[in-house]
């Protein structure tokens, strides 16, 4: 059986809650990342991706220019936008249970924490695709 900690990513980038979200943007494109799984002094508190970003961020149809939108999001911070409380699994559950979690949940990763809540991992639907792949070729 496979189970989340063979596929998931360990040691995840993360990101403190009082971090602007213009930190977040440029963290994510210098890691080449989607989502940053946030903490509280060291502690995982919540997850921020770049839909939340995006969603949280002025549209194109405001009147501010592109200074005024960067100064704003140089201002609001990373708490303003995250996700307090994401749906996360443990190490431990099987594999089929993530992706059932994620399928149903339509989400594109979870964050994984061990059984006192402390965040080890991050699974992404890269990830799920990795073990698919895996799978089918071991099938073969």
Not at 43 to 48: E, H, Q, S
Not at 61 to 88: C, G, I, Q
Request: aromatic fraction near 6%; charged fraction near 20%; include cysteine.
């Amino acid at each position: 059986m496979q189970i989340v900690e063979q596929w998931m990513t360990g040691n995840p980038v993360t990101i403190e809650e009082n971090a602007s979200i213009i930190e977040a943007i440029h963290l994510m494109k210098e890691k080449n990342i989607r989502r940053l799984p946030v903490t509280r002094n060291g502690n995982f508190c919540g997850l921020i991706t770049d839909r939340m970003i995006k969603d949280y961020s002025p549209g194109k149809s405001t009147p501010l220019d592109t200074w005024e939108v960067h100064y704003f999001l140089s201002k609001a911070l990373v708490r303003d936008a995250m996700n307090p409380h994401p749906l996360t699994i443990t190490p431990d559950a099987p594999l089929c249970q993530a992706a059932q979690l994620v399928h149903d949940n339509k989400l594109y990763g979870l964050c994984v924490v061990n059984r006192e809540g402390k965040l080890v991992g991050i699974l992404t639907t890269t990830n799920f695709m990795e073990a698919l792949i895996n799978l089918c070729s071991a099938a073969s």
